[in-house]
């Protein structure tokens, strides 16, 4: 098993966020998701690929003394593959197959879909076979070449495990 | 009944050089072309059939002293007739789209065996229909694989993640890999002695394997891959995992009020 995520994953399954709200409230939901999506992941002894692109997004609000240590955690923990030339083939033709997708998950914005197409090409030409992100156009852009999915919202192995993990036990 | 009638050779290989005889060949090179020429003839795709079908295998017939043609009778001879012959048209190509079609990503290989024996020998290989004094149905001469690979492979770094099968070789430094989704098994080349050591102490594991690849341009299909290193990530327990994150800088995110919106903004 192996799977490519976008680095919103990792922002959700890390955030802690300094303001109790609505926001909050959403964000802890995806927290747990993310995290139920990283359990279920390391129980089936799945191979997680990161790619380069998305690391350089998780980078941006972290001071630059301590990227180079984030940097070196992210990669003891995925594969994080770099846009090579195979990568730059497959987004080429995730830009021109995207228009073909229906009109309510097409990008909005070229620049966005060129980040997304990147960060799905890198994951696929390194041998990706599954896709996950909240993100309802990037699933649509990653099922061209991949199998998409959403973060799950229970786990069917382990009926404990969300309560678990929203309790803070694990 | 078996016939004990001699079979009618179905094509001929030649290994023509000013002055060549057979003692100058050595068996191997005469091998390694019939080998690769049974392949064209059968029509086998190395990368999905192990090997020529007994049905479609190819003998010697005519086998005499004073000679460096080769006449050989095959099993399919229709098969053959066609397969060689689409082998010439495509060897004489120039068109972007016939360079690039299957049939020539199965001959590839054995063209460029051809070649190899065609530049160790100093000859050209040939390959005629038997009983015609026509033009060969092609030739491959030392440079035939350099001049398609050119245009029909690719080259660049890259990952490659599969599960260590083996590791060493005799005549060189190699390490197979068993890639998910591919049905043959991937011979890699590996850069040093110190990392065939290092690839020995995970047979049987999976590794991200970083290294040098020659694809084959659209399938996508690798053709050759030097292994440069290799890495083994693991998540691990996620919980200690995400600790571990935030704990290097991750949790620089728990001052974005917006998450979302933010990395929207960023790839705007």
Not at chain 2, 32 to 41: H, K, N
Not at chain 2, 120 to 128: D, L, N, Y
Not at chain 2, 152 to 166: A, N, S
């Amino acid at each position: 098993m192996i799977v490519g995520i976008d680095s919103m994953i990792l922002v959700y399954a890390g955030f802690v966020p300094l303001k109790p709200g609505k926001r909050a409230a959403d964000f802890e939901d995806l927290c747990v998701r993310s995290k139920l999506l990283l359990h279920q992941i390391e129980r089936r002894k799945g191979t997680v690929l990161l790619p380069t692109i998305a690391i350089s997004e998780l980078l941006v609000p972290v001071p630059k003394a301590q990227q180079g240590e984030l940097i070196a955690a992210l990669t003891k923990k995925f594969v994080c593959p770099p846009f090579d030339i195979m990568a730059a083939a497959i987004a080429a033709d995730l830009w021109s197959r995207h228009k073909r997708l229906p009109q309510d998950q097409q990008y909005g914005s070229r620049q966005v879909l060129r980040a997304d197409a990147m960060i799905v090409a890198s994951a696929c030409a390194a041998g990706a076979t599954d896709f996950y992100s909240h993100d309802g156009n990037c699933r649509a852009l990653a099922s061209l070449v991949m199998t998409p999915h959403d973060l799950p919202t229970s786990d069917p192995e382990d009926m404990f495990l969300e309560g678990d993990i929203r309790r803070g036990d694990v | 009944m078996v016939s004990k009638k001699k079979a009618a050779p179905t094509f001929r290989v030649h290994f023509v050089a000013p002055d060549l005889v057979p003692e100058q060949i050595p068996l191997r090179a005469v091998s390694d072309a019939l080998s690769a020429v049974q392949d064209l003839a059968s029509g086998r795709d190395p990368f999905e059939i192990a090997h020529v079908p007994p049905e479609k295998d190819i003998r010697l017939v005519d086998v005499r002293r004073g000679s460096a043609v080769y006449s050989c009778v095959s099993r399919a001879p229709d098969e053959a007739r066609a397969n060689l012959a689409h082998v010439g048209v495509l060897l004489s190509s120039t068109d972007e789209q016939q360079m690039e079609e299957d049939g020539l990503v199965a001959a590839l290989r054995p063209i460029e065996s051809l070649s190899q024996v065609a530049r160790s020998m100093r000859c050209r290989i040939e390959v005629t229909l038997a009983g015609q004094q026509e033009s060969p149905l092609f030739v491959v001469g030392e440079d035939a694989f350099q001049r398609i690979s050119s245009r029909l492979l690719l080259r660049g770094d890259t990952t490659v993640i599969g599960r260590v099968e083996r590791v060493g070789g005799a005549t060189g430094m190699r390490c197979l890999l068993r890639v998910p989704g591919r049905h043959r098994i991937l011979y890699c080349d590996v850069e040093s002695k110190d990392l065939v050591r290092r690839l020995g102490q995970h047979l049987y594991e999976q590794i991200a394997a970083r290294g040098t690849a020659t694809w084959i341009h659209r399938s996508w299909r690798i053709y050759q891959f030097t292994i440069t290193d290799f890495t083994q990530p693991q998540l691990g327990d996620p919980t200690e995992a995400i600790e571990e994150l935030r704990s290097a800088g991750l949790k620089a995110w728990d001052e974005i009020a917006d998450p979302e919106a933010f990395m929207r903004e960023l790839r705007s």
